[in-house]
């Protein structure tokens, strides 16, 4: 099984988490055939137990061999079980949920709101939980909770 593909434990209770949605996946993991210098990957993670989520964006660049930047970069955020629920309910009509290529309305709306809400956290250093909004279009959004 390929790292993209692994969802890992619960930071919460430390039970097996299952792939709610995937929502990028770029190159080939380092080491395998094909490998040109980066492998990306994001997705929704949620815990069979006790129902808190993740939201997980991992980034493999190994074109700086003067490893003054790491080549692993991972960032994660919590999402509370309110939020998984909205989640799922939203890709109630996705046709493929796992597929980081899904062209559909859900997935389009998540990548870019996932790609916003990452960017201008990681940027200020903020560490809150993120949750889910569907707005009256119905498409859902990854945002940072209010505080």
């Known amino acids: 099984m390929r790292e993209h593909e692994r969802d890992g434990r619960c930071a919460r ?15 080939v993991p380092h080491g395998e055939d094909g490998h040109q210098t980066v492998y990306d990957y994001k997705h929704v993670s949620a815990c069979t137990v006790c129902g808190w989520g ?38 109630s009509t996705c046709p493929e949920p796992a ?30 939980n993120v949750t889910v909004v569907v707005p009256h279009q119905g498409r859902p959004r990854l945002v940072p909770e209010s505080t």
């Open 13 to 27: 209770c430390g039970s097996e988490q299952t792939r709610v949605v995937s929502l990028g996946l770029r190159g």
């Open 99 to 128: 597929d980081p290529a899904c062209g559909c309305r859900a997935h389009a709306t998540l990548r870019h709101s996932a790609e916003d809400m990452s960017a201008e956290m990681i940027l200020r250093g903020d560490d809150r």
């Open 54 to 91: 993740e939201y997980l964006s991992h980034s493999h660049d190994c074109w700086d061999h003067s490893h003054e930047e790491p080549w692993e970069m991972e960032w994660s955020w919590p999402v509370r079980p309110e939020g998984i629920a909205l989640l799922r309910d939203a890709l």
